[in-house]
């Protein structure tokens, strides 16, 4: 292994990565379905037209961040 990463400068690094991403409430969400099949779906699920909000909420944010608002 590269003794870079052994390296107190790189433990500094890391850990603060870490925090960072695990703070990280809103991602895109929606995995390899396109944003028009998430709204057609989630219309066919509500019989209405849904929103463009509403649906990029859906794709981008974690159950976390969906509890929150």
Same mark, same amino acid.
Do not use: P
């Given at each position: 292994?590269?003794?870079?990463?052994?390296?107190?400068?790189?433990? /500094? +690094?890391?850990e #603060?990565?870490k925090s960072?991403r *695990?703070?990280?409430?809103?991602?895109?969400?929606? &995995?390899s379905? &396109?944003?028009d099949?998430? %709204? #057609?779906?989630?219309? +066919? +699920?509500?019989? *209405? *037209?849904v929103?463009?909000? /509403?649906?990029f909420f859906?794709?981008h #944010?974690? +159950?976390?961040? /969906? /509890? %929150?608002?």
């Amino acid at each position: 292994m590269c003794s870079f990463w052994n390296t107190e400068e790189w433990q /500094k +690094k890391f850990e #603060a990565g870490k925090s960072n991403r *695990k703070n990280d409430l809103c991602i895109h969400t929606g &995995g390899s379905i &396109g944003f028009d099949e998430h %709204r #057609a779906n989630m219309e +066919k +699920k509500e019989g *209405k *037209k849904v929103g463009y909000m /509403k649906v990029f909420f859906q794709t981008h #944010a974690t +159950k976390e961040c /969906k /509890k %929150r608002v």
